[in-house]
């Protein structure tokens, strides 16, 4: 017998209709995919029994409550949506509320849970002075690969080099224009691969020459705090990669003359990236 795609998937609903009733009738509480099931197919038989959308909706509300599902399933379960064919066509049943008017439980699956413990703060290993020389304020963020932040932050950049901010993930520093920020920093974790940021390394921190080339670099493109090893050449490509105007530059880099400063549509500066 030749079926359509859409009788292909009403049978495939009744059949799972079928197991929840069955389940049902032995006592047993219905988990999600059951009741989702045995509702629709309920409203669906309702049209083809000949009854309007409304009244099809309602006994498909009044099917189960709460006590016939299982812990969890009215929380999840808050609509259910089926095409019905009704006697004027084919309509879309959106069953709200299908186990009735239930409060959802504090601990739901997808509820928002006030976290009310104050975040750790990392036990800085590096301190640092830093001073913004820009016009505008600049913000960096927690996991920042702070060697590689805004060029116009004048700090030991050899002193910050495979370091991030001794702050909560996700938090940020804002640094004012000609203010002097005390800030501390703790080594980045996990592979200590730097990627993207800058581009000042974009590889291992500690790979053998990485830093050296990276202060290079730095110094090369006018980076505050940057001092280049003595007798030490620029490496190939370093010109204009990450350099307060090059393409690679962070994020954040001083506003060129003319355009908005912190009041304006861009808003305050800010370096980020990611640590891998």
Known sequence: MPLTPTERDRLLLFTAAELARTRLGRGLRLNVPEATALIADTVCEAARDGLRLADALKRGRSLLGPDDVLPGVTDVVTEIQVEAVFDDGTRLAVISAPFGDVEPHDGAPGAVLPHTDTLPQPEPVVVLEVRNTAAVPVSVTSHFHFFEANPRLDFDRAAAYGMRLAAPAGSSTRFDPGAVVEV????????????????????????????????????????????????????????????PEGPGGSEGSEAPEGSEGPEGPEGPETSEGTER
């Open 184 to 243: 501390g920093l703790v080594p980045m974790g996990g592979e200590r691969i730097a990627i993207g940021f800058a581009g000042l390394l974009d590889g291992e921190l500690d790979a053998p020459g990485a830093k050296a080339d990276a202060l290079r670099r730095a110094a090369a493109c006018g980076y505050q705090g940057a001092v280049a090893p003595e007798g030490s050449v620029a490496p190939e490509g370093s010109e204009g990669s990450g350099g």
